[in-house]
Every structure is written in C-alpha cells, then in structure tokens.
C-alpha cells in the first residue's frame, strides 16, 4: 500500500555550525551556468560504480564481490528534458550494510516513488544560485542521495538537484520528492566489506601489526606550559602505560590471523631534510597491517596458557617483520574481554599486551596457534 514518504528533506546534513566566508550568495545575485540537459539510458542502476565515490575494496576481499564493478557507469546528472514524462522516481541513498551468506556488505537503500510529478519537475527546473562576493555559508555536510526518473518506456536519467548559492541542495525539489507516494524500499549489496568467515569469528578484515602496539603506547604529549610565544620549548608528558589485563580464569579465546603482504620502506630522504622531523614519524609512515586469513578458537586447557603470559620473559631485540599474526581475545565465564594479546607467529614471534614490552610467548602456545 502506498504511503508518503518521510525522509527529513531527503538529505542528511551534519551541521558544524561554522560560518566560512566567501562561500555564499544572498536572494537576487543571478544565477550560475545552466545546468546540462540529462542523457536518457536504458533503465535506473542505483549500483553504478561512480554512485559511491568513498566505498573503496578492501584488502582481503575478492574482486569479484564488488557488484558495482559489474555494472556501467551512470551519466551526468543534469536537467529533466520538458518533452521527459517520469512515471516514477528512485532516490538512492548510499549508507547502511546487507549480511548475507558471503558476509556484510555496504549498501544503497533504493526508494521508489509515484504519484503527481508536477511540483517536482517545478522544483527541478529551477536554476542554480550563483555566490555573491563576501557572504557566509554555514560549514554543512550535505550526504546527497542519487535521483533517478523514469518514464513509461522504461528510459532513465539522472536528475541534477538545484543548488543554493553555498553550493547545497535547494528544499524545494527533496519536499515535492517526499510528497510523492513511497511504493517500494529496497537495499541492494554494493562491495563486500567483511567475509562471513570474519563476521561470524567477529574478528576485523584488518588489524595493526602487533609491533604498532609498542609504537603508540610509548607516545606522548607535547604542550607549552608558558604559553606558545617566540622560542617556547615544548615540554613532553609521557603517556600513562595501558593497565596489564588480568587474565586469571580464561577459559577460552577467540583467535583471528592475519597476513602481512611485505612492503618497501618509504622515501623519507625529502622529509627528513624538514625540521622536527624524527624517528617516530617515519615509523608512523612505514606502519603494516595484515588481512584477515582465519579464525579459530582455543578451548580451557590452551587458553589456559595465556595467564602465564603476563609474567613472560621480555623478548629480545628484534626486527624481523611477520608475515603472519594473531590477535587472541580471551574469554571468561562465556564472555569476551575488552583487551586482546597479539602474536606473531613468524618473524621474531614475539607476544605483546597491553602496558607491556614484547614478550616471550610459551612455545606450546605458539604451536597451537600455527
């Protein structure tokens, strides 16, 4: 049964309350460039792959499960012809996810509009606002859906929205779209962004090699306690060491592994010649992260190793990367803890916790997790 459709405008602004100068124009500075009349094709694609510009392939997952690979590029957005007779309307809104068997996919929710067309194809047909010099925009995030039109025969275009003078989509055209009459909501699956083997571990497709720990937890805080004037020396705060886990009584752990694909060494022969420019930073830029493999389970007896590994020996120095880690999150009593023990599993096979040095881990525990 149809009914009205309830959107909040059509489109969701993340409002900053920012005033920008320059941005803006005020009622009655003419109009910018007329808008391009819109191509016809052969029928609406919501999964276009040039719909949704910030969903990107991960690592670790299959090209062949990014669906908007399989489809043509839509045109350019541009005006409604005046002989184009639109039966029904599709706004595309590029957010949410889709499970499935394959696992968690990103999303177009597609709604299906009827009904009078008349105010809309008004709305549409208005022109842009042209910016006037010295006004003020507010510093908006304006989450714009695609929309489509489509008449009896089945042709498609892309409508373009009238904009205002910051650059934002003019009312008018999302309150005539919301009082058409929502015949159909769908989502369609667009790039899988976590494989059902991850999803049902609850492990992520990618996480920080284990060395990243020791990186950012000796990181500090450097401030101006005399205030930021002319040859000010900042002083440094170290930061607290992350609390060691009690981890007396687990009884199981969930295990995800990842593997690091090798990667050469940045250029930083420019950066270094840049005062202020040190050590840490370029191992911040030199960072690995490993795709997720598999996922396994340790039952009582083996997790049972993991309390021992507190009171490890500090590993040696080491610089052998891994090509293969695992991120352990014990459990106590059916529940999950909220810190995980990292291991690698090649290389220097060190273990790491939290508020600690890399440490040397059991070797029974190792060969488990091999």
């Known amino acids: 049964m149809a009914h009205r459709a309830r959107t909040a405008g059509g489109a969701v602004a993340i409002t900053l ?80 996810s889709l499970d499935d068997a394959q696992g968690r996919w990103s999303a177009v929710q597609v709604e299906t509009l009827e009904g009078d067309f008349g105010a809309l194809l008004s709305a549409l047909a208005e022109p842009s606002d042209q910016a006037g010099p010295n006004q003020v925009c507010t510093a908006d995030m304006e989450l ?36 058409l009459d929502l015949t159909d909501t769908t989502l369609l699956p667009l790039v899988l962004r976590v494989t059902r083997a991850a999803l049902d571990a609850n492990c992520a497709m990618t996480a920080g090699t284990p060395e990243q720990s020791l990186l950012f937890g000796g990181m500090a805080l450097q401030t101006f306690p005399n205030g930021m004037s002319d040859g000010a020396e900042p002083t440094t705060i170290p930061a607290l ?63 049972a190793l993991l309390a021992a590994a507190a009171s490890a020996s500090q590993a040696p120095e080491c610089s052998t990367d891994p090509t293969r880690f695992a991120v352990l999150w014990p459990d106590r009593a059916g529940t999950r803890l909220d810190t995980s023990i990292q291991v690698e599993l090649d290389g220097c096979q060190r273990l790491f916790l939290p508020g600690s040095h890399a440490l040397v881990p059991a070797l029974e525990l190792l060969n488990i997790l091999k």
């Not at 694609?45 to 719909?51: H, Y």
């Not at 010649?273 to 795709?291: K, P, R």
């Open 17 to 96: 309350a920012i005033l920008l100068s320059g941005c803006a124009g005020l009622p009655g500075f003419p109009a910018a460039t007329d808008t391009p009349v819109a191509h016809l094709v052969a029928g609406v694609d919501c999964q276009a792959p040039n719909l949704n510009h910030d969903i990107a392939v991960q690592e670790g997952i299959p090209t062949q499960t990014d669906l908007t690979a399989e489809h043509p590029a839509a045109p350019d957005p541009g005006r409604v012809p005046a002989d184009f007779d639109p039966v029904a309307a599709y706004r595309c809104t590029f957010f949410g």
């Open 144 to 179: 714009v859906p695609t929309l489509w039109l489509q008449n009896s025969n089945g042709e498609a275009l892309r409508a373009a929205w009238p904009r205002t003078a910051c650059g934002k989509t003019k009312p008018a055209a999302h309150t005539a779209l919301d009082n």
């Open 241 to 303: 060491p992350a609390e060691a886990p009690s981890l007396a009584g687990v009884d199981g752990a969930s295990v995800c592994v990842y593997t690091v694909d090798p990667q050469q060494d940045p250029d930083l022969s420019e950066l270094n010649s840049v005062a202020g420019i040190d050590d840490a930073l370029g191992a911040m830029m030199n960072l690995q992260f490993g795709t997720f493999a598999s996922a396994s389970t340790l039952e009582a007896d083996a997790a």
